[in-house]
């Protein structure tokens, strides 16, 4: 007879609650292992044996950007916009290159956000580019009409106390201004906002020299609209900061009216050949690149021509277009260019002659302009380096 002493009374104890650890509690927390996608440690501890890989996230899918590098855009303006795409597709025929973007604008006096002017440009796989204009175009319309001389027109046009940039800054508009940050929010796909552009000039009432503005009110108005949407959560915009190209040496230097590049996404140019200051014959590089060379003192930004277009006036309307193109490629922090389609204070559209539509689809047919758009491509902000 085996005589119970406390350490033999310990040693079974100790014994049974290792058989019970081994035959009942062990194996159900290896079959809670295996069922919860861990590893199966025996099979690990085993020689020779390797234990399952642990899942991993999956990686997030890489955006292509748009442009791709050492690509560049073609975009169009016409008259009616995304309310008529007739002008859109007759350009598109007579180029015979998709556009790549649309730009059109909308005024604060009588336009509000429509969802449905985005959605038809997107849908026709062109990025839409809004033209913001903080001003009553009505006037500028009206006094047209009335037929009168051009600087009665700027004057009528550039004049309208309502629309100072101090009320923008201090926030007369900001109801108004979210109403159109919640829309382009609500879109989902990359809209461009080309806000209050030309600002160099005196024939807009945002202007600075115009309708009792001051140096300094232009940049506050400007970083007010964009903070505003950035407060508003609105994460797909590209904002375009678009100044006239320099016609003068007497207009305010550019950067005295530029935000700063963490307000701006593009710098766009707009110059026209066969206007004002360059009625004469002047080439694409003597009608750009004094203002490139000015910005580029001051942004690295990528750069868009926001607006152009050429005249027949001297019979060279043709050859303009060519002479453009054979010098874009030269240009490689250009990555778009959007054509003025519309007959305004001259023809300025490409269907204008069978020369000048023969000679912007010789050129856009270059590799450089093949490529498309769509919703989920990362808009570039950067140049390619």
Known sequence: MVRLTVPRVTLAMISALLLTYAFVIAPATTSQGREAGGPDRRAAAEPGAVAPAQPSASPRPVRELFP??????????????PHDFTAVDTFTAAARRQPQAMLF???WAADTFDRTLFDRISGRGMLPILGWEPWDYQLD?????????????????STQPDYRLSR????????????????????????????????????????????????GDYVKAWRHVHDLFRAAGVTNVIWVWSPNARWSNS???????????DYVDWVGITGYYGTGAFTKWRSFDSIFNPTITEIRAFSRRPLVITETGASDGNGRKAQWIT????????????????????????????????AAADAFATAVAAPRYDLTWSPAMLPRTELAK
């Open 251 to 261: 207009t305010p230097k550019l950067s005295t009216l530029y935000p700063g590049d």
């Open 105 to 107: 604008g909308a005024g």
């Open 141 to 157: 319309v009206q006094a047209r009409r009335k037929r009168l001389p051009t600087d009665k027109v700027d004057d009528i046009r």
């Open 323 to 354: 002479e453009m193109f054979r010098v874009l490629p030269g240009h490689q922090e250009i990555i778009g260019l959007i054509w003025f389609e519309v007959d305004k204070e001259a023809d300025w559209r490409i269907v204008s002659s069978p």
């Open 68 to 81: 791709p590098a050492g690509k560049a855009f073609i975009g169009v303006m016409t008259d009616k916009g």
């Open 168 to 215: 923008i800054a201090r926030g007369d508009f900001d109801s108004y201004l979210r109403s159109w940050a919640d829309g382009i929010r609500s879109l989902g796909y990359p809209v461009a906002i080309r806000f209050a552009h030309e600002m160099n000039g005196d024939w807009y009432p945002w202007c600075e020299k115009v309708n009792g503005n001051r140096p």
